[in-house]
């Protein structure tokens, strides 16, 4: 099974700031790699397929990078409502997986 | 686009089978364009797969519940399902159904569209 840690656990920065977040995978998953967004009551939003590529109506300040195990969701200037929970997900063989997440809060 | 929307009981007593629905809209896509998958959450154990079902029934599930879960769709009826038996209190969670594209055949590996999530608490 691959296992995915997300880093940091928590960031915190302030709007206007830019958020890297961080997802390595125990093993290679080729470009097999999502990124989501999760508000709290809310079910998780697809942000980045295919590790690059925006989802519909997801904003060009999102953007994802990396391959193989190595991966980067970055947020170029945040904007209030970019204060959530992310999560990456991954699918090798038949078998998915999420990491634990990254809290993006106010600074 | 595509809507999804959850139902079942939300209590289920311990060593009971949990049952949910699905219930799909996708406009004037076909539904055999898609794949239909279930997926929990819990403060315990985060996101976690439970399985998926595309086409005439193939399904796949996560190996650390397949002794205890079945996936079955009725498409006639745009929905797809979950069963989950012998639970227990670690199979409280948030249960979400989502549906993601197939491209030429080949299951996308991310989960597109998802429903609001629907409660499940088990205990006796």
């Known amino acids: 099974e691959t296992v995915l840690t997300q880093s940091p656990a928590t960031l915190s920065l302030s709007p206007g700031e830019k958020a890297t977040l961080s997802c390595r995978a125990s093993q290679s998953v080729t470009t097999n790699l999502a990124w989501y967004q999760q508000k709290p009551g809310q079910a998780p939003r697809l942000l980045i397929y295919g590790a690059s590529n925006r989802a519909t109506g997801i904003p060009h300040r999102f953007s994802g990078s990396g391959s193989g195990t190595d991966f980067t969701l970055t947020i170029s200037s945040l904007e209030p409502e970019d204060f959530a929970l992310y999560y990456c997900?991954?699918?090798?063989?038949?078998?998915?997986?999420f990491g634990q997440g990254t809290k993006l809060e106010i600074k | 686009q595509v809507q999804l929307q959850e139902s079942g009981p939300g209590l289920v007593k311990t060593s009971q089978t949990l049952s949910l629905t699905c219930t799909v809209s996708?406009?004037?896509?076909?539904?055999?364009?898609?794949?239909w998958s279930w997926i929990r959450q819990s403060p315990g154990k985060g996101l976690e797969w439970i399985g998926y079902i595309y086409y005439i029934g193939s399904t796949f599930y996560n190996p650390s519940l397949k002794s205890r879960v079945t996936i079955s769709e009725d498409m006639s009826k745009n929905q797809f399902s979950l069963k989950m038996t012998s639970v227990t209190a670690a199979d409280t969670a948030v249960y979400y159904c989502?549906?993601?594209?197939?491209?030429?055949?080949?299951?996308?590996?991310?989960?597109?569209?998802w429903g609001q999530g629907a409660q499940v608490t088990v205990s006796s």
């Open positions: 996708t406009g004037s896509t076909s539904s055999d364009d898609y794949y």
């Open positions: 989502a549906a993601s594209p197939m491209v030429r055949g080949t299951v996308t590996p991310h989960f597109a569209y």
């Open positions: 997900q991954q699918r090798s063989d038949w078998m998915f997986s």
